[in-house]
């Protein structure tokens, strides 16, 4: 996990973002705008692994991040998509390893497996982003 992210540009405008309270309910909503807005942009042939991520991000969001909000964005570059979750805890989330009988703790697991690269930092309103960024199948692009 890298602690700092680079500041990725988006590309033609494949750019989003969604702020919605922090409730299990939530998870859904942002999952199905991520599916759209990738239809929307070309890329529906990444969008299982996309979505996964953007579950696993929103849902460790909702579970650990101190309620309030939880703000999704996501963005196409040039060669990725970069999925962004910001919550109102400070505390930066490690991986942990799940018994076989545990409910949860997986997550950051299945991001770590899926996607190129992923990290935290804190934000500028004192909680933490937890991104991650996904390369582009070339035959989605």
Do not use: C
């Amino acid at each position: 996990m890298a602690t700092m992210m680079t500041r990725w540009e988006s590309i033609n405008g494949q750019r989003f973002e969604q702020s919605l309270p922090a409730a299990a309910s939530s998870v859904g909503v942002l999952r199905d705008l991520t599916a759209f807005h990738l239809a929307k942009w070309g890329l529906s042939g990444m969008g299982i692994d996309v979505l996964l991520i953007v579950s696993e991000l929103a849902t460790n969001a909702i579970t650990a991040g101190g309620g309030g909000a939880v703000e999704l964005r996501v963005w196409g570059t040039d060669d990725a998509v970069i999925i962004e979750v910001e919550d109102s805890s400070p505390v930066l989330p490690h991986p942990r390893v799940a018994a076989d009988d545990d409910t949860s703790g997986r997550g950051l697991a299945i991001v770590e497996i899926l996607a190129e690269e992923w990290g935290a930092r804190e934000s500028a309103a004192g909680g933490k982003v937890v991104w991650a960024r996904y390369g582009r199948l070339k035959d989605a692009v």
